[in-house]
């Protein structure tokens, strides 16, 4: 039996106050713009989270069962959910209800913070299986870090920490003339099991569905089950793994990305070698193909797959290392107010937006910017941050 593993990553950050300028440091202490959080998340809602729901519970009842999937949906979107949208967690919950959907761990705040601080961390990982147990009923096996950054010292951190599974890239400069479409073990590894995303027919759908420029489009149900149809006999799962607002945002619903997806699981188990499973029931039921050794940083995002998306040029690296060096002091104050306010700003995304690599990858680094420039990023998070560090440094001072 073939797998077709689907993994869909729901996640929008906490966006900060854009009028938050050098004069407000020391003076006002509310960072987010929670208008424009509110707004953005009810649009997306409306568009993705909302249908895409109902359509994938419909799936599951249609197909009794047999169609499974898997989330990982962060704490800063959940809590979003909560204050601003809580129909959207409701129709989460009736999906974790059917049995058929795996939720996946990640970091709480879907932050860097594996590149920056073990300890921090493990902490948000434990702070995020905690929300999915309460919220769902879930005790998370699989583990995908953010933006599926991954390298040998993490799977060896994430098993430690109890988990069976690991999501990762299948990066061509990791794989080499090897196949996505099997289980791999970690090097290092005595009991983790790696999925890789087969990225080419994961961006058929999240890139490529409705670009008039690809040679395949448009693309039929019939075409794109064929493609996965022909990995028979040479591989053992495929992992179809994307941004959940691929659904309805990315590509909007009259690119027909709704209707491909209500009748796709019908074309995909026409074949009757193939199955749908979640992360952990393929890992569970498969034994590794061979160990995969990954000694540096790879990701899903750019042409490069690697971490260049977030750092590299020196408005991340100074950002990142001012945010992660506050780490102690904030910790120090006991505030859970302050540190889930700092644990906010080290979501991936502030870095992103302050990303210039405009070339290759210009459009994707775009989507839901809320700002024109990156030098517009960078400022309005140091400024945020600067003040955050002297109110830590303020509460410290007074308790001594």
Known sequence: MISVCFYFQVHQPVRLDQRYSFFDIGHRHVYRDDAANREILLKVAEKCYLPANRLML?????HKGRFRISYAVSGVVLEQYQEFSPEVLASF???ADTGCVEFIGETYYHSLAFLF???EFRRQVKMHARALEELFGAKPKTFRNTELIYNNDLAHEVEKMGYKVVLAEGADQVLGWRSPNFIYQP???TKLKALLKNYRLSDDIAFRFS?????EWPISVERYASWLHSVAGSGEVINLFMDYETIGEHQWKDTGI?????????????????????PAEAASRLD????IDVPYFTSWADLERDVSAWLGNPMQDQAAELAYALEEKVLATHDDDMIATWREMLTSDHFYYMCTKWFSDGDVHKYFNPYETPHQAFIT??????DLGLRIDARNTASD
């Open 258 to 278: 709704f209707e491909f997806f209500d009748k796709l699981p019908d074309r995909i188990l026409d074949h009757g070698d193939y199955a749908f499973e979640t």
């Open 117 to 119: 601080s073990r300890d």
């Open 288 to 291: 590794p193909m061979a160990q």
């Open 211 to 215: 670009d008039r420029n690809w040679s």
């Open 381 to 386: 998070y140091m400024n945020a941050l600067n």
């Open 93 to 95: 919950r009736r999906l």
């Open 187 to 189: 090097a290092g590894c």
């Open 58 to 62: 419909d799936l599951i009842e249609r």
